[in-house]
């Protein structure tokens, strides 16, 4: 407001906070743009330095699908039901490239504007994150860990030199058997349980993890048989050694007993994203604004999925700057005239969001919708068909998936739920 006169809109200090957020590394679904960076965000608002970057292409795709719930939030809150359709264009940092099919293609146009005084010269990468190498599981049983913030649990270190150098983010997922989560079985919580990665310097050189000695970098905490912790950036940011801490937190049990658990940890580096093209860079003028086009093409076999990538937009001069696109898509599974039954069935490749698998992220302390919702699209072509009939098999004792039917406009208008939680 000091710099313009006039405070912001929503939209437009969005697209500031945005533009300006801290890359933590990690993937689009998880960080967004990254960590909200309100000295940087104030720097760019007065012009000092920084850039905005901005596209009305995610608007332009959820306009039409939102027409419905507007028309009826201006009833529910009073206002004439012929009010006009949603407005717009709103920009954003983002791309939603909305629901693309196999080997049809999109794109958006990004401008990216320099308010300040300096000219800015930045490359632009569409990247993917993908798994470097196989994921390694360390098995192990919790016990009394004296000294520590809760005094049972386990912990074990990871070798630097298991990790990858051009690591960009590393996964570690703790899981426990249901059996020891819900010791009687009534769907109650006996044990919970935390996993930390922490960054441990042995400074009395002793060979024993200290906790005086330890750093925590991040932590998982929900009240599941599967507790997740990813770190952004490993190499650079673990000055020592990695620790992973399992810790039980026993609320019923007495005494307090082992509990096994395994904990699996992987590798995932971005990758350049074939399916997005952009210009390699792009100089901006001091004071002014410039364009560049992003092209999205999916494959012509590319699996029914919710996919997300990010294009990173590399700020070389006249500073370091790292900017994050996050950029999302849904690719459809299409039923021709000619399908009367389908199998949809996983792929060999298995991405961070895989929607053939559920992880167990359920979370008994919050609402029943906390869990791990994955998302099938699938694209009926034939408007002749009255009815479909959708079954679900999986494997695994104490697992229970619930369905729900979503009309393109929003609309629950199916489900099959469990009568149990």
Partial sequence: AKA???????????VILK???KDLGYDVFVQGSGRTDCFAAVSLAIETSGVTIASPATWENVRSGIQYSWFAAAGFFGYPLQASPPPGPVDDVGWFAGIVRPGNSTSARFTVTNPTNATIVATITPCVHEQIGSTKIYSGKTGPLKGWLEDYGDQFTIDMSEMPSETDMMLAALTVPYGYFDLDGDYQWD????IFVLDWIDTNHDGVVDPTEVFIVNYGYNTGTTIEARVGFPPSK????PVVWISQVNQTQVPIAPVPYKVYVSYFKRERWAWITTPADITVEANSSESFTARLMV????SQSIYEGQIVFNITEPYARAIVIPLSLAVPMVLSPGDLTIDITPPNKTELYDPYRVNGYFDWRWRYEAGDWKTWLIDIQDPSVAAAFISCNWTGKM?????????????IV????SPYL
């Fill in 414 to 417: 199916g489900s099959a739920v």
């Fill in 19 to 21: 533009s300006m957020a």
């Fill in 238 to 241: 673990l000055k020592g050694k």
């Fill in 191 to 194: 044990n919970r349980f935390r």
């Fill in 299 to 302: 494959p012509t076999g590319a």
């Fill in 4 to 14: 313009h006169g006039d405070k912001p809109m929503p939209d437009a200090a969005k």
């Fill in 399 to 411: 697992t229970d998936i619930d369905m729900f039917v979503i009309s393109p406009t929003g609309i």
